[in-house]
C-alpha cells in the first residue's frame, strides 16, 4: 500500500491567490514526522516545512502552512498569495520514528502559477 | 552553515561501464547521509543510507552500492551501468535530532546509453 498519495498530479493557481495540495499518508507508528519539499526545474529539493505527529498546532513557515488533520491521516500544503516562483514540483514526506531517519516521498504535484 | 556537494552535475555513460558519483557535506558532523533516485517525472526513491562511517544499508537490491570512507563524504558506485539506471540521483544529509529533516544536494543526471 502506499505510504503516501499526492492525487493531484497537476494543479493551476492564479498570481496572488490560495492554493492547497493534497497529502494523504498511511502509517500505524504513533510517532512520525511529514514533510514538504519544493523541486523547481533546477532539479534541487528545498525544505519547505515540517509537522510532528505529537504538534498541537499546525507548522506554519511564512506564506507557507500544513493543514494537518491526524484522524484523516492528511497533511495538505497550503501556499498563500501564490507567487510566479512558486511554480514547481511539490513532494510530500513522512518519517516513521522506527525507521529512524529514512523518508517515504509522494509521486509530488506539478504547481503552475499563472500571471 | 552547512552546504553539501554532488558531482559531477551531468554524466552520459554507456552501458556496462563504472560508475562513481559524489557528495560531500561541509559544516557539519557525523551527519546521517543518503542517496536517492528519482526517475523522470517521478517521486524519490532511496536507494541507501548511511548513519556513520562504513555503515551503509541498502534499501533497494540491485547493480550499485554505496560508500563512507569518510564522516561527510558519500559515494555511490556501480560496476556496470544498466540503461535502467538512467534518472537523476541526489544526495542529503540530514542531523540525528528528532526532526530529521533532509537537506539536499544539486543532483546528478545521468543517463546511461
Known amino acids: 500500500a502506499q505510504k503516501i498519495t499526492q492525487t493531484q498530479p497537476g494543479m493551476f493557481v492564479q498570481e496572488k491567490e490560495a492554493v492547497t495540495l493534497d497529502c494523504t499518508y498511511d502509517?500505524?507508528?504513533?510517532?512520525?514526522?511529514l514533510f514538504w519539499y519544493k523541486q523547481p526545474s533546477s532539479g534541487e529539493m528545498i525544505f519547505l516545512i515540517y509537522?510532528?505527529?505529537?504538534?498541537?498546532q499546525n507548522a506554519t513557515e511564512g506564506r507557507y502552512s500544513l493543514n494537518f488533520q491526524k484522524a484523516r491521516k492528511s497533511a495538505n500544503l497550503v501556499i498563500s498569495a501564490s507567487q510566479l516562483g512558486d511554480s514547481a514540483m511539490y513532494f510530500c514526506?513522512?518519517?516513521?520514528?522506527?525507521?529512524?531517519?529514512?523518508?517515504?516521498f509522494g509521486q509530488g504535484t506539478e504547481l503552475s502559477v499563472k500571471p | 552553515s552547512q552546504t553539501i556537494h554532488q558531482w559531477p552535475a551531468t554524466l552520459v555513460q554507456p552501458v556496462g561501464s563504472p560508475l562513481s558519483l559524489e557528495c560531500t557535506v561541509e559544516g557539519t558532523s557525523n551527519p546521517n547521509l543518503y542517496w536517492y533516485r528519482q526517475a523522470a517525472g517521478r517521486g524519490l526513491q532511496l536507494l541507501f543510507y548511511?548513519?556513520?562511517?562504513?555503515?551503509i544499508s541498502s534499501e533497494v537490491p540491485q547493480n550499485l552500492s554505496a560508500s563512507r570512507p569518510q564522516d561527510r563524504q558519500f559515494i555511490l558506485s556501480s560496476k556496470k551501468l544498466l540503461l535502467s539506471d538512467s534518472g537523476f540521483y541526489l544526495c542529503?544529509?540530514?542531523?540525528?535530532?528528532?526532526?530529521?529533516?533532509?537537506?539536499f544536494g544539486p543532483g546528478t543526471r545521468l543517463t546511461v546509453t
Open positions: 509537522q510532528g505527529s505529537y504538534d498541537q
Open positions: 542529503a544529509w540530514s542531523a540525528g535530532t528528532s526532526r530529521y529533516e533532509q537537506y
Open positions: 502509517t500505524s507508528d504513533p510517532s512520525y514526522g
Open positions: 548511511s548513519v556513520g562511517i562504513g555503515q
Open positions: 514526506a513522512m518519517r516513521e520514528w522506527n525507521q529512524g531517519g529514512k523518508l517515504i
